[in-house]
């Protein structure tokens, strides 16, 4: 099935949040503490996201912090490699944001942050002029942690919905950042909520934010008060569409899996690339909505990255989202 088609007058997807170096222990289990090789990979959820819009040929702008030393310049320099425009990214006198990562065989994995740059990020008013007709996505890994980048994140989303911006979040809820602070996650999050008209979780997101663990009594209490459209990954079992016109679990593609990191960072951005196609976003919300075609592609590129290690060197272009069996 080919992508769904992209209009001449493409919307630019403006992903916020951190961008960070990955360090990854391949093939020495999901135990951090036992791995002893690492190499460095370019990640971080809503950079990710930005290469993924990219890679398959969409507008995408990056706005984070990164430090200004080798690792930042390299963030800096693969995101530009891919595509993204970085001319409001900033750099920090601050180290780069780090993540250490262990891998299992089968794609599991163990992490920890050692934060640095991203949280430095300041609000810029001149990217307020930018959000009018076009798609913010907050992927909040580390945004709702505190610092100068919560501030911005926060103004940011009131600048969005002013504009009448198409809003994404995605919460990428980390158990080692909040670890005994699941409240103040959820508590974090509900501005979010409240304020987007799309928002992909994990299964274990739906459940922390609605406090629900059927995967119905979810949907149902995320979308009161909060977005229209959401979508749950659920893994080898698909990808859950809930909407004003029911809910529908949308297949995944079968694999065998190398490194899920980046894997739903590809979906969101697959994603968000049609959606920057549509002429008319309220499409979305009508009973005809090309949704379902729109995540069956989004799976597939999800499914194209975890077969390979590292999250943004995996991404699909066209292409070998065209030919993957």
């Known amino acids: 099935m080919a992508i769904t088609s992209i209009s001449l007058i493409m919307k630019t997807v403006y ?37 993924a ?39 920090s006198d601050i180290f780069t944001t780090l993540a250490f990562v262990s891998l299992a065989e089968d794609g599991e994995r163990d992490f920890i942050f050692s934060r640095g740059a991203d949280r ?34 926060h103004q940011y989303l009131s600048d969005a919905s002013e504009a009448g911006a198409f809003i994404c979040f995605d919460p990428n809820f980390r158990q080692d950042l909040w670890n005994n602070k699941e409240q103040e996650f959820i508590q974090k999050c509900q501005p979010f909520l409240n304020k987007a008209h799309l928002c992909k979780f994990s299964l274990e997101e739906a459940r922390i934010l609605s406090g629900r ?15 229209r459209l959401i979508t749950i990954t659920l893994g080898s079992e698909g990808t859950c569409l809930s909407g004003p ?4 679990t949308i297949p995944s593609i079968k694999i065998t899996p190398v490194d899920t990191t980046g894997a739903g960072d590809a979906f969101i951005g697959c994603l968000l690339y049609q959606l920057a196609g549509l002429r008319d976003p309220d499409q979305l919300f009508e009973k005809d909505s090309p949704l379902v075609e729109m995540i069956a592609q989004a799976n597939r590129a999800g499914a194209i990255t975890a077969t390979n290690y590292g999250a943004i060197e995996s991404l699909p272009d066209q292409e070998q989202l065209r030919t993957f069996v």
Not at 124 to 149: R, S, Y
Not at 213 to 222: I, R, W
Not at 245 to 248: E, Q, Y
């Open 15 to 51: 992903c916020i949040g951190e961008a960070l170096i990955d360090f990854v222990g391949e093939k020495q289990g999901s135990d951090l503490s036992k791995a002893r090789e690492f190499t460095r990979k370019a990640g971080g959820a809503p950079a990710n996201v930005a290469c």
């Open 53 to 91: 819009i990219a890679r398959l040929g969409g507008s995408s702008s990056f706005i984070g912090s990164v430090g200004d030393d080798p690792f930042g310049k390299y963030l800096l320099d693969t995101l530009q490699a891919c595509g993204v425009d970085i001319r409001y990214a900033q750099q």
């Open 120 to 153: 430095e990020l300041t609000y810029d008013p001149e990217v307020k002029k930018l959000f009018g007709g076009n798609i913010i996505h907050f992927g909040a890994a580390t945004a709702l942690m505190g610092g100068p980048l919560e501030e911005a994140y």
């Open 213 to 227: 663990e059927d995967l119905q009594a979810a949907c149902e209490a995320l979308h009161k008060d909060g977005p």
């Open 245 to 248: 016109h029911g809910r529908k």
